[in-house]
């Protein structure tokens, strides 16, 4: 049965019989007045459509040495997050508190539906049908987003799994989905034309978790526009696993398989800049292991049979192109070359490819940079990046030659341990086992890294990012906390046991104590050994550590100081860090859960 899409005249293509959906397609049309609607069916035709139309349109450059590939470059002030504008609008402040922006949710509403009026005016407004996950799930999560932003179509196209037949299976169970309204904000009045980046200075990236909607309005980019990723995957369904115990989190999911075949699959959280995609496609360095990954980014974690088992909801990576090589990450370099991919913001090559920083160790001799400049590695001696810091590649998930089958299993696999890790130069030890949920969780909480140069503001500042989860959680972080608490007690024996891992930790001459990189498979094979009962550890006050000799070191280029440097727990640094850690829960008020107060304590008399 075909239905009628909406009750306005706008010119349409396809349509829907889900009532409920037709109906706020119908609204959104009325307030944004768009000259058509395109029902988007997922479809290579479709894509083959969108890509040349943008190409045309001068959003697009075709890659001519990569194939079905295109280079787009944003509006210079359009060019990532915008977490400022970021708001989760619960029905009362308490709701959003204390990490997120907060307004009321009829206020916002108001002031957004003045924004939309008629935002879409000359352009296409396109709804996409998607789900997170997979359509075979046990409980398919399904997403709709109408946009006016053709780049965001054929992004979705690679990050979700989208179309037709996620429509039809909506319709034929009247699924409940969550709602994602996108506008870039750039309305077209008759004959005047479109720039290649359409943007708005005012930017607004609003959720009604209460609501599962999501409102955005004023960019183009990424996590601002892209809404299955951030903002339905993590901030919505944070809300969802809340209500519905179960687990949203910012994690990606390794499958590693020891030399007996024994496979463990790991989840892990780590705030930006501490080599999370390169854990994820991690290239282990001891012989016999084979590490495969089912996630880069995001854990969607289900209890079942006794265990937690977890989904990678995404289809793509979109991952940050600089310093991604063949030294660094040889699989994603691989990934990229399959082709079917959109680059943002990377430098071009004359002949049609593409370059960032980090790629390769020489820069090619000529370059048109993310601004549309010429470019030669002269520029980057004086200081001139090619690439935007934060410019991404995104590219089908399945294009990654370490991607393990069950990425396509649609209920997900069973998830042994959780790591959490960040950047530190002192203190935090190259790797604790937590002794218990309630402590795994006290660490999950109190995750740090030092800021980088990567980012605006001081260099080498300890901030603190729960669960690296601190910009995505959707409703009150101590009650967030509380969350993870519960579920220990909910599902005792199910839960994963917990590690913190921390690559950066530097020895006396200031240099890296541990080589990182591939050479992380060792820490690997301990956590293994110890989830196998394989190895003891050595309990301290902040946890279990590896015993003397029981990490794997055969082969590997790090004197014996460095190691100690790299894995020494110092007592004088921890009570350093002690006040640090209090004066950071005092953020969460009385929502800080009682559980956490207690590991604090534990841990002040520990050190005692
Ligand atoms: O821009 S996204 O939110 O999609 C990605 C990121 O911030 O890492
Ligand atoms: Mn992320």
Not at 148 to 167: K, T
Not at 246 to 266: C, F, Q
Not at 271 to 297: F, H, Q, R, Y
Not at 433 to 459: C, L, N, P
Request: aromatic share 10%.
């Amino acid at each position: 049965m075909t239905a009628t899409t909406t009750t306005t005249n706008i010119p349409t293509t396809g349509g829907t019989s889900h009532a409920e959906l037709a109906q706020w397609v119908a609204e959104v049309a009325e307030l944004t007045t768009p000259d058509r609607i395109v029902w988007c069916d997922g479809s290579r035709a479709e894509w083959d459509q969108l890509t040349s139309d943008l190409v045309d349109s001068g959003t697009f450059v075709r890659l001519e040495q990569k194939p079905n590939s295109f280079w787009a470059a944003s509006d210079p002030t359009d060019v990532a997050r915008v977490e400022d504008r970021t708001y989760i609008c619960s029905p009362d402040e308490q709701g959003a508190g204390p990490t997120n922006n907060w307004m009321d949710p009829d206020e916002m509403k108001g002031l957004m539906s003045d924004l939309y009026r008629g935002c879409m005016r000359g352009r296409t407004m396109y709804v996409i049908p998607f789900v997170m996950g997979h359509l075979e799930a046990d409980i398919p999560m399904y997403g709709v987003e109408i946009t006016d932003s053709a780049y965001v179509v054929v992004s979705m196209h690679i990050m979700a799994r989208v179309g037709s037949a996620v429509l039809k299976q909506m319709e034929e169970t009247d699924a409940g989905y969550v709602k994602g309204l996108h506008s870039v904000g750039y309305p077209l009045e008759e004959g005047q034309a479109d720039v290649p980046w359409p943007c708005n200075d005012t930017k607004y990236i609003v959720h009604f978790p209460h609501e599962r909607t999501i409102w955005s309005y004023g960019s183009g980019y990424g996590g601002n526009a892209l809404l299955g990723k951030k903002c339905y995957a993590l901030r919505i369904a944070s809300a969802m696993a809340h209500d519905e115990g179960w687990m949203a989190e910012h994690m990606l999911i390794l499958k590693l398989t020891n030399p007996e075949g024994k496979v463990h699959y790991i989840a892990a959280a780590f705030p930006s800049a501490c080599g999370k995609t390169n854990l994820a496609m991690i290239e282990p360095t001891i012989p016999g292991w084979k590490a495969e990954m089912v996630g880069d980014d995001i854990a969607w974690m289900r209890f079942r049979d006794g265990k937690l088992y977890a989904v990678n909801p995404e289809n793509g990576l979109f991952g940050v192109a600089p310093g991604t090589g063949k030294a660094t990450n040889a699989n994603a370099i691989l990934a990229i070359e399959g082709g079917n991919s959109i680059f943002t913001n990377v430098a071009r090559t004359p002949d049609g490819d593409v370059w960032w920083e980090g790629m390769t160790k020489e820069a090619p001799e000529h370059l048109i940079d993310w601004h549309g400049n010429e470019w030669t590695p002269a520029d980057g001696e004086a200081g001139t990046l090619s690439a935007h810091p934060n410019s991404r590649f995104c590219t089908p998930i399945v294009q990654t030659p370490c991607a393990a089958p069950e990425f396509n299993d649609p209920n997900g696999v069973p998830i042994s341990a959780i790591l959490f890790g960040g950047r530190r130069k002192t203190t935090v030890p190259l790797v604790t086992q937590a002794r218990d949920w309630d402590h795994g969780t006290f660490i999950g909480s109190t995750v740090s890294s030092e800021t980088t140069a990567a980012a605006a503001g001081a260099v080498g500042v300890v901030r603190r990012d729960p669960m690296a989860m601190l910009p995505f959680i959707g409703y009150n972080a101590g009650d967030y906390l509380q969350h993870w608490v519960n579920l220990g007690k909910e599902h005792a024996g199910a839960m994963p046991e917990v590690f913190l891992v921390n690559w950066f930790r530097r020895d006396a001459d200031g240099g890296f104590a541990w080589p990182g990189f591939g050479e992380n498979s060792r820490v690997l094979k301990w956590i293994v050994d110890r989830l196998e009962g394989n190895v003891d550890a050595v309990e301290t006050p902040i946890g279990l550590v590896p015993a003397a000799g029981d990490l794997d070191t055969d082969g590997l280029d790090v004197s014996a100081e460095q190691l100690e440097a790299a894995t020494r727990f110092d007592s004088e640094e921890w009570r350093a860090e002690v006040p640090l850690i209090e004066e950071w829960f005092t953020k969460f008020g009385d929502k800080l859960p009682p559980e956490l107060s207690a590991e604090l304590d534990n841990l002040k008399k520990a050190l005692d």
